[in-house]
């Protein structure tokens, strides 16, 4: 009996593309995987509906593995939900999506960005440090499922002044 050596199929290559309201259900179900306290459909639906915001996906294929959610504030681009799947974690899912998210926020003027992440998010801290952001405080009990506090980040705009 011989052995015959197959190779690996060809790697499709992840898109980072807008979100459409056809990839809710994909998007709702990898945050209900994440999560202990997942947003709803309906914040998903307001948030896509916004004409302010940014929302973004990984697709791998035919799934999503990753989403990107941002809104704009007055001047100031908050941060608002970061999410990649478990089984591509460490795969630069959550690097291209702030990549794309950036391409796009720094062509408007803006003060910055912001976000909140728990404080023992450690890997999450050092991907948005590796981005620019910085600690400026933290906000007490700010999660309701564990009373976890949040660190709270920001980096400034790096576009040019008005």
């Known amino acids: 009996m011989s052995l015959q050596v197959v ?12 979100m459409q ?5 994909a ?7 994440t999560f202990t306290l997942p947003w709803s459909l309906t914040i998903f639906h307001g948030q ?3 004409e302010s915001g940014i929302c973004l996906v990984c697709e791998d294929g035919d799934r999503i593995v990753g989403y990107l959610i941002a809104d704009m504030f007055v001047d100031v ?26 391409a796009i926020t720094e062509r408007k003027g803006h003060r910055g960005h912001t976000l909140e992440v728990r404080v023992s998010n ?17 906000r007490p009990g700010y999660y ?17 002044s008005a």
Do not use: Q
């Not at 190779?7 to 807008?18: A, F, G, K, Q, Y």
């Not at 908050?78 to 950036?102: I, K, P, W």
């Not at 309701?144 to 040019?160: F, L, N, Q, T």
């Open 7 to 18: 190779p690996d199929p060809p790697r499709r290559e992840r898109v980072i593309r807008l």
């Open 21 to 25: 309201f056809t990839d809710l259900e």
């Open 27 to 33: 998007v709702v179900a990898l945050e209900a995987r």
């Open 48 to 50: 896509l509906a916004r």
């Open 77 to 102: 681009w908050h941060l608002m939900n970061l999410c990649v799947a478990e089984e591509v974690r460490r795969e630069h899912v959550a690097s291209r999506l702030l990549e794309a998210y950036f």
């Open 122 to 138: 450690a890997p999450a801290i050092e991907l948005y440090r590796s981005f620019g952001f910085v600690s400026t405080g933290v």
């Open 144 to 160: 309701s499922d564990d009373r976890e506090d949040a660190v709270i980040m920001w980096k400034d705009w790096e576009g040019d």
